[in-house]
Nanobody, 126 residues
Framework: QVQLVESGGGLVQAGGSLRLSCAAS????????MGWFRQAPGKERDFVAA??????????YYADSVKGRFTISRDNAKNTVYLQMNNLKPEDTAVYYC?????????????????WGQGPQVPVSS
């Protein structure tokens, strides 16, 4: 079992920055791939970014819509994954979910993740 607790959400103006954190507990964090997804009102939950397990060199993956603006990173000593969001746009407004992936499979699909956080809101005002 893995527990994920996110923090760092909140209202931000367009062009601003925000960093989300996701603290994991319950099993070996370094062997889990981690992802961030987001869900805007009335829409499906979409992939934002992922980072592979430390055994896979911590490779990173991004949705085209956030490339160059968002950065995912992990600190295995703190069992925490981060999402640094820069140059935020109103269309980034969503609930952001952290997820842990134990099973094999693509990083981009919600169904391949095993554990989910509660999802902080990130409203971006224009």
């Amino acid at each position: 079992q893995v527990q994920l607790v996110e923090s760092g959400g909140g209202l931000v103006q367009a062009g601003g920055s925000l960093r989300l954190s996701c603290a994991a507990s319950g099993r070996s964090f370094s062997s889990s791939a981690m992802g961030w997804f987001r869900q805007a009102p009335g829409k499906e939950r979409d992939f934002v970014a992922a980072i592979s397990s430390s055994w896979s060199a911590g490779s990173t993956y991004y949705a085209d819509s956030v490339k160059g603006r968002f950065t995912i990173s992990r600190d295995n000593a703190k069992n925490t994954v981060y999402l640094q969001m820069n140059n935020l746009k109103p269309e980034d407004t969503a609930v952001y979910y952290c997820a842990a992936k134990i099973r094999p499979g693509t990083y981009y699909y919600t169904g391949h993740y095993d554990y989910w956080g509660q999802g902080p809101q990130v409203p971006v005002s224009s």
